[in-house]
């Protein structure tokens, strides 16, 4: 909280801006009995205005009227008031009076002594809050009365752009300083002083946020990295300049020329309407979108640019609700426009680089291929961004995917046509495509069960990430637990193609049906099985299951469709196989604990060569075609989504 003592000019002083115009007519006025009267308000006003003529003051140093004594400046302010009053009532008498010429060389001093008063006031209080040293002030108090010489105070400002504060004394001084030569007719001057110290400040404000003027042709030649800065830089500054700079600009022209609403809105608009022009403008120049090196990632940039300005966009244009002012509110709107077109073109790049990926990288083991890694990535780091999509989105002939999707894969009564289902609809669509892909990536595997490997570890990947991010908001639980349920299939896929032969080698003989064997044909069929499972054990050596839950489901599962009937074999016919084979040497080479050991150590990638695994961890390996803006997103062929 601000201390009572100490208000600035970039905070609400008062509760209400709108606040009712004092016409000139309004100010204090008096009427004159006689001329004696007329004589004696002259020469009370001479005695004080001579004594601070500006021409007798020393040229090295300028002593301020009102830094010296509050009680004279009142003073001074009141005999100027009363002197308009007489001359008005000379005029109305006596145009061609000699008093009157005396009050107005008495009120041309006047005039001058306020207008070096005006800008005197104003620039101590910039001297004093220069933006360089605001962040590093401490807090302090001052006590003042009217003889003594008057402080502002202030707490330290959280950041170096808080750029100007005064007092509520000061500008209550500048209050009646401008009421003063409005009712004189020096408007004007008075207006001019303002604008031109004002100006300056908010200029440099903005300049010190970090905004400054560039043309689209240098903002294209600039590197990725720099633009981006400026994008991070930007959104603060909107933040601080709307909260901070524009909205106490505003505060401070209508207490300071509440006399006058001409005058209060023609200086806001002169102090602010070039600043703001450059800060809203940005977007236009930064959100041009690079066709020949699309980025998808420049996205987010974006992303929290539209934020910043739709979170802003109520204060902006109450700030500036001024008709003259109606070109900075247009700017906001147009900059908004700019950024939702650029940021469906990136969407459209991020999908279309999917589909055009032409990577031949096969992942050693079935694991998670790296494009799975960086949409996913990408997916779960957009889905922050679901409340600004549903307005970016809502009406844009390129947002809807609702009819592209299967009606098996997207159930539709999860899709209203509302603008957030819209959103919903398009992360849906989104991620199929990069199923559809990595659906096209596993045919690179030569084996059928690798390709179901490859398929249940990517869309575990894809499934485990929407669970555990925003994404799940999004797309729904009944969506991930389709998902995951698909996950189980491709693994038990796996599994039978992979270990399913296995279990055939050992007849069941738990069953009313099994078979009666000589310890011969045991003896065959104990070598069929050794030779099959240490060239299964060989070949799945490579497997990868990253995910550890996804990993100790499936070891459990193959062991409870092997162990069991291997272990009644075993059992079984061990002692007989054993016997027939004792002439040759032979002997039983596994126990079911042995197979169970071997079981429990699979997919963990032991067999994998590191020197194997080599992709790209980008997806951005082919151009995309040009952007269309009216294009839609095209039909997918998907075999196993």
């Not at 693994?491 to 009313?512: F, H």
Request: neutral net charge; hydrophobic residues 35%.
């Amino acid at each position: 909280m601000r201390s009572k003592s100490g208000f600035s000019f970039f905070s609400k002083i008062t509760s209400s801006r709108k606040r009712p115009s004092l016409s000139l007519s309004s100010l204090p006025s008096k009427s004159f009995e006689s001329s004696s009267e007329i004589d004696r308000t002259i020469d009370n006003a001479a005695e004080i205005i001579e004594k601070w003529n500006t021409e007798y003051v020393s040229a090295t140093k300028f002593y301020s009227l009102f830094c010296e004594s509050k009680r004279e400046a009142k003073k001074f302010v009141r005999r100027v008031k009363e002197l308009q009053n007489a001359m008005d009532s000379l005029i109305r008498e006596d145009p061609n009076s000699e008093n009157l010429l005396r009050a107005q060389k008495l009120m041309q001093i006047a005039m001058k002594r306020l207008q070096n008063e005006f800008q005197q006031i104003l620039s101590m209080n910039r001297a004093h809050l220069d933006p360089e040293s605001v962040s590093s002030r401490s807090p302090t108090s001052v006590v003042s009365n009217e003889d003594d010489v008057w402080h502002e105070s202030r707490p330290a400002g959280d950041s170096i752009v808080e750029v100007e504060e005064v007092s509520k004394n000061s500008t209550t001084e500048l209050k009646s300083i401008a009421e003063c030569m409005i009712a004189a007719g020096y408007a004007k001057e008075c207006a001019t002083t303002f604008k031109s110290i004002r100006k300056s400040i908010v200029d440099e404000g903005i300049y010190r946020l970090g905004v400054e003027k560039i043309s689209s042709s240098k903002a294209k030649k600039m590197p990725c990295e720099v633009i981006e800065l400026k994008m991070k830089s930007w959104v603060e500054a909107v933040k601080v300049s709307t909260k901070t700079l524009f909205d106490g600009e505003k505060t401070l022209c209508d207490e300071v020329f509440e006399s006058s609403v001409s005058l209060r809105e023609s200086c806001f608009r002169e102090i602010t309407k070039e600043g703001a022009l450059l800060l809203f403008g940005f977007p236009d120049i930064v959100a041009v979108r690079d066709k020949k090196n699309p980025n998808p990632d420049k996205i987010f940039p974006l992303l929290d640019m539209y934020r910043t300005i739709t979170e802003n966009l109520p204060a902006i244009e109450s700030i500036f609700s001024s008709p003259s002012l109606s070109s900075v509110r247009s700017q906001a709107h147009n900059s908004l426009n700019r950024l939702s077109e650029s940021i469906i073109s990136h969407l459209l790049d991020f999908e279309s680089e999917i589909r055009k990926d032409s990577s031949k990288t096969v992942v050693t083991g079935g694991g998670v291929h790296p494009m799975t890694i960086s949409a996913m990535d990408y997916l779960s780091r957009l889905a922050d961004y679901s409340s600004s999509l549903v307005t970016i989105l809502d009406g844009s002939s390129s947002s809807s995917a609702k009819p592209l999707l299967p009606k098996s894969y997207f159930n539709a009564s999860e899709s209203d046509g509302s603008p957030a289902s819209e959103v919903r609809v398009r992360f849906a669509w989104m991620i199929l495509v990069l199923l559809c892909k990595i659906d096209g990536k596993s045919e690179m595997y030569k084996e059928f069960s690798m390709q179901y490997l490859f398929l249940a570890n990517n869309l575990q990947h894809v499934a485990s990430r929407a669970r555990s991010t925003c994404l799940k908001q999004l797309l729904g639980d009944d969506w991930i637990a389709r998902h995951f349920e698909k996950v189980r299939q491709f693994a038990k896929s796996y599994e039978r193609l992979a270990w399913g032969p296995l279990s055939s080698l050992c007849p069941d003989i738990s069953t009313s049906e099994a078979v009666e064997i000589s310890p011969e044909e045991a003896k065959i069929q104990f070598e069929k099985f050794n030779e099959s499972f240490e060239s299964a054990c060989e070949s799945q050596s490579v497997c990868v299951v990253p995910d550890p839950k996804l990993r100790e489901e499936m070891r459990v599962s193959i062991g409870k469709k092997l162990l069991p009937v291997y272990r009644d074999f075993y059992n079984a016919h061990r002692n007989a196989a054993m016997l027939a084979g004792t002439e040759g040497g032979w002997n039983v080479r596994y126990t079911p604990e042995d197979i169970g050991n071997q079981l429990s150590e699979l997919f963990s990638g032991v067999g994998v060569s590191e020197k194997t695994y080599v992709s790209s961890t980008s997806f951005d390996l082919l151009t995309p075609p040009p952007h269309n803006p009216g294009r839609k997103p095209r039909s997918l062929s998907c075999r196993r989504f």
